[in-house]
């Protein structure tokens, strides 16, 4: 039989933690994410994210995640990535935990951005999500180092890369809102990461690593 290549390996990629499930997001996972953004993520006055992308109306809010998602996904190329994991409790989505990559096998290095909807913060989700993810990366991927930020005021964020083993990497200025904001960086190496006490389960990786940290498609038999 010739071999072929799996047109989106992604597809059957699947993290699991104690408490959670994140798979690479699908359309039907998309809608269901929506209506968790529509429901809050942070109160009106403030603003966690350095592009505002919640202060759309809920009309627009839908159009525009959509559209978003769909371009990150045809972005993925030469070992450049970005990958939205839908984060799952109980088989409901709940948020979204991303991976990002420029030139991975060059630079061996990844960066995240997440978020929870209000309902499923403060009871160490956001923990979780992120150690899955940064697992996958540095024991599947082959990454040495990663980084995240958080702007000023998001102490939730900031908390999360202290669990983890992050240490202050500097800071920049931001205009947020026609506001000056303080977003502090944060950078991880393999070595200084603080790994959970449990297990992560994964489905589907070793397809996925050619694919993403080379850009090469792996071939499958039919």
Not at 17 to 33: A, N, S, Y
Not at 175 to 198: C, I, M, N, S
Not at 205 to 213: N, R, T
């Amino acid at each position: 039989m010739p071999m072929t290549a799996d047109p989106w390996p992604l597809r059957h990629l699947v993290l699991r933690t104690p408490r959670l499930e994140l798979r690479p997001d699908d359309d039907d996972g998309l809608f269901e994410l929506i209506e968790v953004a529509r429901a809050g993520i942070h109160p009106p006055e403030e603003m966690p994210f350095a592009f505002p992308w919640t202060d759309a109306g809920p009309e627009a809010l839908g159009p525009n995640t959509v559209r978003h998602h769909w371009e990150r996904r045809a972005s993925i190329v030469g070992g450049s990535f970005v990958v939205n994991f839908l984060v799952r409790l109980d088989g409901k989505v709940i948020g979204e935990q991303g991976l990002v990559a420029e030139d991975f096998p060059i630079t061996r290095e990844v960066s995240t951005g997440s978020w929870l909807g209000r309902a499923c913060q403060g009871q160490g989700f956001g923990t979780e999500m992120r150690a899955a993810v940064l697992m996958f990366a540095f024991d599947h991927l082959g990454a040495e180092t990663a980084r995240s930020s958080a702007l000023d005021g998001n102490e939730a964020s900031a908390a999360v890369s202290r669990k983890l083993g992050y240490r202050p990497d500097g800071t920049r200025l931001l205009v947020v809102r026609g506001r000056r904001r303080v977003e502090r960086r944060f950078l991880l190496t393999a070595q200084d990461f603080f790994r959970p006490k449990w297990t992560l389960y994964t489905e589907g990786a070793d397809a996925c690593v050619p694919f993403l940290a080379s850009g090469q498609i792996p071939p499958v038999k039919p």
